[in-house]
């Protein structure tokens, strides 16, 4: 290092102009005394699937350490050291009630959740990644971050007599409070880089927020070491990327193109991504970034709510919508394509597993130091059926987690066996959780 002797705050952020960007992990923030793997934070990330998976695509053939990836999961083919796959896994709490509602809501609590058209909402419990939050949540500028894609749903599914809010939810701070989820990448975004220091004012300010930072940057940049002035520098390239494709994600693609008639006076619409598609990766990258700066990290995404009908008929194969495909009634080319569906979500995952890898902490990295959990609530979606419930858990947790492995458990072992674990990994000393009956064995190292 330049300054063998310079030691950064890990609260430091780059400041300019009223405003305040949080900085990535860098060895500078770190007093000569502490080991680097001890040093770097741990967190958590929850990534919610909805309406199930083609069972016969899904699990891995053979257990332990020689495990071989099914065909759903072959994106993860270059991560297949750094995962678990657990088998035979359930949330019993939930076993009776409609198909999804019951179940997707209570994923996070294994709990059973209450029956009403809305008045009375109540999980009666509080979800794993809240309990997470609730004892390191304070660390960090945001406890959690709640992100979503699709907008809440409002009425009541008749056909199942529950409000379509439970389906709209995974992450529950009290029995009675579900927490609301950000669907704008672009805010997400503004959130996490004016988290540490509140906005002065609602304005729009009209240069990038990166650009009004620079200075401090520069100034920073001076004092670094080598290792950590070339992690600034790619930080800071991420953070130009992201900024730009936040700010252009609603803009029409064709600079040329007028409209017919008039717009001046029109409401603008909400500021969206252009498609299904982009609008997952951004959120995955706002996950990534928000791990990378330690803004938070807790956070869990909804890839869609609760009986998603997400048309796929711009994935190769597929010539309908999610849910449709779930009802698959056994029909061949119905489960081809769901299972198409399946394994575009788990390119999904993999997609942030990689921004996590190569987010460098150190001599580790951000996935490495971390637990990403990838999991629907049911199993076959044509059933709604919840006994082996299709999950991975990706990362080492700092070290905690015995990666590598396909377990099997004796059937219907408790979910909330695997999220005691985990909440294990991360440092939480707790006995219990839900109907938990012990840690889950062989995923602590």
């Known amino acids: 290092m330049k300054n063998a002797r310079f030691l950064l705050s890990r609260r430091k952020v780059l400041r300019g102009a009223g405003v ?18 001890a040093s770097a934070p741990v967190r958590l990330a929850f990534l919610y699937m909805p309406n199930g998976v083609n069972t016969t695509a899904w699990v891995p053939e053979g257990v332990g350490k020689g495990f071989k990836l099914s065909p759903t999961l072959q994106p993860l083919e270059g991560f297949q050291d750094r995962i678990i796959v657990p088998r035979n896994l359930w949330n019993e ?24 058209l809305g008045e009375d909402l109540n999980s009666h419990g509080v979800s794993m990644d809240q309990v997470a939050a609730q004892y390191i949540g304070n660390r960090t500028p945001l406890p959690s971050l709640e992100l979503g894609i699709s907008p809440e749903a409002t009425g009541v599914d008749l056909a199942a007599g529950y409000t379509r809010v439970y389906g709209c939810h995974i992450a529950w701070s009290s029995p009675t409070v579900p927490l609301a989820r950000e669907t704008s990448p672009k805010s997400v975004f503004e959130r996490l880089l004016r988290a540490t220091e509140p906005r002065r004012d609602d304005a729009k300010c009209e240069a990038l927020l990166l650009d009004r930072v620079l200075g401090d940057a520069k100034d920073l940049r001076a004092e670094l070491g080598q290792a950590d002035r070339r992690r600034l520098d790619e930080y800071l390239s ?10 252009s994600s609603a803009a029409t693609g064709n600079k040329q193109w007028k409209p017919r008639i008039p717009l001046k006076g029109a409401t603008p619409p909400p500021e969206e991504p252009k498609d299904y598609a982009e609008h997952v990766r951004l959120m995955l990258d706002m996950i990534a970034l928000a791990f990378q700066t330690d ?3 807790v956070s869990t995404f909804m890839l869609g709510n609760a009986v998603s009908n997400v048309s796929f008929r711009w994935l190769e194969g597929v010539s309908g919508s999610h849910h449709d495909m779930s009802h698959h009634a056994n029909d061949a080319d119905k489960l081809r394509q769901y299972q198409l569906i399946n394994k575009w979500y788990v390119a999904q995952y993999a997609y942030l597993l ?14 490495d130091n971390s637990v990403v959990i990838f999991a629907s609530a049911l199993s076959d979606g044509n059933s709604h059926n919840m006994h082996n419930l299709p999950i991975v858990v990706a990362g080492k947790a700092g070290g905690k987690l015995a990666t590598g492995q396909s377990l099997l458990y004796p059937e219907d072992t408790p979910l909330s066996n695997l999220w005691l674990a985990l909440l294990n990994a991360m440092g939480n000393p707790a006995e219990r959780f839900a109907d938990s009956t012990k840690p889950l064995p062989r995923i602590l190292a």
């Open 93 to 116: 709490a939930a076993k009776d009630g409609d198909g999804h509602y019951v179940k997707e809501a209570a994923i996070l609590t294994s709990t059973r959740i209450q029956k009403t």
């Open 20 to 37: 305040a960007l949080a900085l990535p992990w860098l060895e500078a923030m770190m007093p000569a005394a502490t080991s680097k793997a």
């Open 354 to 367: 990689g921004k996590l890898r190569d987010a460098k902490e150190g001599d580790s990295n951000v996935l």
């Open 238 to 247: 991420i953070v130009r990327s992201l900024e730009q494709r936040a700010e």
């Open 295 to 297: 803004t938070t990290r």
